[in-house]
């Protein structure tokens, strides 16, 4: 009986150690399997998890470029700023949440309430990545850092800051909170401007020392971006603009001014405007533009471009007298009338009293298609060369028909839709002498190759006769500038309204200085002021006078008011070479 039991016991330790061994095999296999299958069959993945552990993507910030005046002022800077996130993993393993009065005081100093930063976190436990705040001061960032709340960090980043504000936001634009440029300059440069970090791959150890380098990019540095814009007139211009805009209680403004000679846009500001240093209270509307998006109908700031025609098709001369009796003409049903009758006046006399009868018979005086030239010459119809996001290239109506009423309005500014800009250009193109050139945003080492459109004599014949217009007696002499003289137009329209025209205006006055060597050209136009007072001559020749007078000394022109001028109204001898 002890034998077999024996026996029985025997055999039941041997199977036990059987088991044991088996079991033993089995995971010594499964180690065995596991390692060849690692090693051999997927190594990748250990690889993987070794690199998480030892190398390291380090990259250099390249702060964004500056946008400049011609001289060299800073338009818009990156400043150093911080964002602050957190590793929601990390907050909740070590239960940082319960730290109500670190929590409270993060809150108090963001300007945001603390039960939904905290719920910003828990919301996603497992996260290893999320916002609590973006831009904020160096200050800011000092007194979070010393808050010591595991789990939450600071990663420097860039602000865009524009000095001088309002003042060029429409030209300069502005980027978005990523520091990328959503409008104007900032974004048709934003290329340039943006530049490309370096990148670099490192090995550590396990205490963090760099071992080796493995990688290397180099960064690409942002370039810099320099506007044609002259700082001190661009203020200069936006000062005027507004006070005549609240003034005359305005719904809007606009003052563009132009080198003459070069094509480059010296100052270009729109009022209102917005501060692209307060992200708040931007609308989509406060960002446009006007003097390159909003179109009007120009008024009698076409009528030089009529005379032009009449001169350079010889149906007129300088010293040519025009029978505007009665004071009016029909076409058709319709009428063309001026303000009083003003019997046979000189071309002269046209431009100064603003006579739509007499610009109308110089328009009907040469084939419709000479006129027409006259205005494609001009740049009407097309853009100005700028490249600017949303320029307007304007409504100027290419047909076959015209009748003699759509060619008298046409010549005193109404059928057409044009930019302050495309205005600004065409006076540019007068006082340099009939050379039209395309206008330029940046800074141009050498003027852009012009094209001669329009004879220097009849040029200059024609700034002869706007120079009267800023004479005591002229509707412009609110334009006139001590000490230089002045050329010009004032302009009154009417805004459209379905089925014809309203009771609301937009008073321009457009002209060059000084006449003897044309240096600026500039254009005022003030949409809808409120009250009686709203003629071109009344509430833009003002802004004019102040705008340009102001240019003309910070550029260090020299008075011309006593200077001889060697030109006679009936004729010029000589041309200036072409461009």
Known sequence: MNKRKVIKQTGTIRWRLATVFGLIALVFAGLIARTAYIQVISPDELRKQGDLRTHRQLSDTVLRGMITDRNGLELAISVPVNTVWADPAQVMERNILSKDREWRALADILDADVDTLKQRVAANPKSRFVYLARHVSPAMADYIKNLNLYGVYLRPESKRYYPAAEVNAHVVGITNIDDHGIDGIEKLYDDALTGESGKKSILRDAKGRVIEV??????????????SIDQR?????YQELKKAVQYYRADSGTVVALDVNTGEILAMVNNPSYNPNNRKDISSSSMRNRAITDTIEPGSTMKPLAVMAGL??????????????????????????????????NVAEILKRSSNVGTTKIALSMPHEQLLDAFYNAGFGSDTGTGLIGESSGIFYDRRRWSDFELATLSFGYGLSVTPLQLAQMYATIGNGGIRRPLSILKLNQPHEGERVFSHSSSRQLLKMLETVVDEDGTGHNAAVEGYR????????????????GNDYVGLFAGVAPVSDPKIALVVVI?????DVY???????????????????????????????????????GERPSA
């Open 535 to 573: 003629y071109g001559g009344d509430v833009a020749a003002p802004v004019f006078s102040k705008v340009m007078g102001g240019a003309l000394q910070i550029l260090n022109v020299p008075n011309d008011k006593d200077a001889d001028d060697d030109l006679q109204l009936a004729s010029v001898k």
């Open 527 to 531: 949409n809808n002021p409120k009250g």
């Open 486 to 501: 002045v050329a010009g137009k004032t302009g009154t329209s009417r805004k459209a309204v379905a089925g014809g025209y």
């Open 214 to 227: 493995l990688s290397e990019q180099a960064a690409k540095e942002a370039q810099d971006v320099t506007l």
């Open 312 to 345: 350079e098709f010889g149906s007129i001369k300088a010293d040519s007298v025009i029978n505007t009796s009665p004071g009016w003409m029909m076409f058709g049903g319709r009428r063309v009338r001026d303000t009083i009758n003003r019997g046979k006046i």
């Open 233 to 237: 007139i661009q203020t200069l211009a």
